[in-house]
């Protein structure tokens, strides 16, 4: 068992080329998102655990009000230049949008400090139709300050 591996022992983050740490785990957690063999509802649901590990680490959703500003946070254009999204993450467009598993840009929403509607376009790529899949992401326990 490596170092990194034993319980309770963190594993550290990686380091990219520029110097931007990436939060150890996250790599993986991505990794899982628009899995053909998963529903799309899955992929909200792992949208909701990233937004949940920014609110740990930074107290707060992320800045912005645009998908391409939020996600400029989540990929390490921060106060603390940590990635929760990997920068070379593919469900990144050229815009700097993450987009959902049909090429839609995802709808953030941020209702609060800690609270983000996440929202994909369905299949139909338009919102606010009746193939939409999101939901509103509260702030759980696990967000609370410590």
């Given at each position: 068992m490596s170092l990194d591996q034993q319980p309770g022992r963190a594993r550290p983050a990686e380091i990219t080329a520029s110097g931007l740490a990436i939060l150890p785990g996250t790599r993986d957690l991505m990794s899982d998102l628009h899995k053909p063999e998963n529903p799309a509802s899955q992929d909200i649901e792992l949208l909701e655990e990233v937004f949940s590990k920014y609110r740990q680490?930074?107290?707060?959703?992320?800045?912005?009000?645009?998908?391409?500003?939020?996600?400029?946070?989540?990929?390490?254009?921060?106060?603390?230049a940590l990635a929760i999204v990997p920068p070379d993450f593919p469900a990144v467009n050229p815009d700097g949008e993450l987009i959902d598993r049909w090429g839609t840009p995802y709808f953030f929403h941020p209702v609060s400090r800690r609270v983000m509607e996440v929202l994909s376009a369905g299949p139909d790529g338009l919102l606010w139709t009746g193939d939409d899949i999101g939901s509103i992401v509260p702030a759980g326990p696990e967000d609370q300050l410590q």
């Open positions: 680490v930074f107290g707060q959703n992320p800045p912005g009000g645009t998908n391409a500003e939020i996600t400029a946070s989540l990929t390490g254009k921060n106060t603390k």
